[in-house]
Nanobody, 125 residues
């Protein structure tokens, strides 16, 4: 069993930065790929970024590439999403997700078997 708790969301202005954190419980974190997804109002949940078990491989959605950075600290059982140059279209509830026991990255929502409750990010223009 893995529990995920996100934090770090908030209300910011366009161009600002935020860092989201996702604290994980459970012994499989260090062998699990992790991902961030988001759901904007009236839209389906979409992939944002993912990182493999070691932190050595990452992948991003085109819409955030060059602005967002995913990282992890296995000693702290935590994955991060650094978001820079935020835009109003980044407004969404951000969820972290775990591929428990699966070490390699995936963009596919269905390949993640544990999800956090989400943290709201609102970017004003």
């Amino acid at each position: 069993q893995v529990q995920l708790v996100e934090s770090g969301g908030g209300l910011v202005q366009a161009g600002d930065s935020l860092r989201l954190s996702c604290a994980a419980s459970g012994r499989t974190f260090s062998s699990s790929a992790m991902g961030w997804f988001r759901r904007a109002p009236g839209k389906e949940r979409e992939f944002v970024a993912a990182i493999d078990w070691s932190g050595g491989n990452t992948v991003y959605a085109d819409s955030v590439k060059g602005r967002f950075t995913i990282s992890r600290d296995n000693a702290k059982n935590t994955v991060y999403l650094q978001m820079n140059s935020l835009k109003p279209e980044d407004t969404a509830v951000y969820h972290c997700a775990a591929r428990a026991g699966a070490p390699y990255i995936s963009r596919t929502e269905k390949s993640y078997n544990y999800w956090g409750q989400g943290t709201q990010v609102t970017v004003s223009s």
